[in-house]
């Protein structure tokens, strides 16, 4: 399932060698080093058509789900200036890398909570470039994502726990003094041309 592309098998015989720790921090960790080693020597070359963004949103494409381990790896496209408002993973554990392109990625931390509305604090602010890799780890897991260069693609790769069907954002209520409503928004791949 996904799409195929140079290194895949190794990709994938990594990933599950990873997720097979089963505890979640381990899991994490070695998903770090495998992207970030097979990235950097080369060993896997993504499908040209995630080098294509969407004008109107950041492009998902399913590059590969496990049929025995549940964990999805999806490609994500960022056209220049494109990025997300505050979300998380809906509970589960990511690990995000960078395969081209740069990215800022911030993360954040809830001050306050009434009801749907939240508060958020912004923690770190990480620029990210090819062969980097971090992870979110619930309850650690609030962030934004942004290719800030004007001109260029940026593409991550995103090894999600399961499939991501689903995550909350958190909308800046106008005039609210930094309060964010809560809401939930439904996740779809987009097609490979």
Same mark, same amino acid.
């Given at each position: 399932?996904?799409?195929?592309?140079?290194?895949?098998?190794?990709? /994938? =015989?990594?990933?599950?060698?990873?997720? !097979?720790? !089963?505890?979640?921090?381990?899991? $994490?960790? @070695?998903? #770090?080093?495998?992207? +970030? #080693?097979?990235?950097?020597?080369?060993?896997?070359?993504?499908?040209?058509?995630?080098?294509? *963004?969407?004008?109107?949103?950041?492009? @998902? @494409?399913?590059?590969?789900? +496990?049929?025995?381990?549940?964990? +999805?790896?999806?490609?994500?496209?960022?056209?220049?200036?494109?990025?997300?408002?505050?979300?998380?993973?809906?509970?589960?554990?990511?690990?995000?890398? /960078?395969?081209?392109?740069?990215?800022?990625?911030?993360?954040? =931390?809830?001050? %306050?909570?009434?009801?749907? @509305?939240?508060?958020?604090?912004?923690? %770190? $602010?990480? =620029?990210?470039?090819?062969?980097?890799?971090?992870?979110?780890? *619930? *309850?650690?897991?609030?962030? /934004?994502?942004?290719?800030?260069?004007?001109?260029?693609?940026?593409? +991550?790769?995103?090894?999600?726990?399961?499939?991501?069907?689903?995550?909350?954002?958190?909308?800046? =209520?106008?005039?609210?003094?930094?309060? $964010? #409503?809560? %809401?939930?928004?439904?996740?779809?791949?987009?097609?490979? !041309?």
């Amino acid at each position: 399932m996904g799409l195929d592309f140079p290194g895949k098998q190794k990709l /994938v =015989e990594a990933l599950d060698a990873a997720v !097979r720790l !089963r505890e979640k921090t381990a899991v $994490t960790a @070695r998903l #770090r080093q495998a992207l +970030s #080693r097979l990235f950097a020597g080369g060993a896997v070359e993504l499908p040209p058509a995630v080098l294509e *963004p969407v004008a109107d949103h950041y492009a @998902r @494409r399913l590059l590969h789900q +496990s049929p025995d381990l549940g964990y +999805s790896v999806i490609a994500m496209t960022w056209g220049p200036g494109q990025g997300t408002p505050i979300h998380d993973h809906d509970g589960c554990w990511c690990v995000e890398g /960078v395969w081209h392109g740069r990215l800022a990625i911030t993360r954040y =931390e809830p001050l %306050e909570r009434d009801g749907d @509305r939240w508060r958020f604090q912004a923690v %770190e $602010t990480l =620029e990210a470039g090819p062969g980097s890799a971090g992870s979110l780890i *619930p *309850p650690h897991e609030y962030h /934004v994502i942004r290719n800030t260069d004007p001109a260029a693609v940026a593409v +991550s790769l995103h090894v999600y726990q399961h499939p991501l069907l689903r995550c909350h954002v958190f909308v800046p =209520e106008p005039g609210a003094d930094g309060w $964010t #409503r809560r %809401e939930l928004r439904e996740l779809a791949t987009d097609p490979a !041309r």
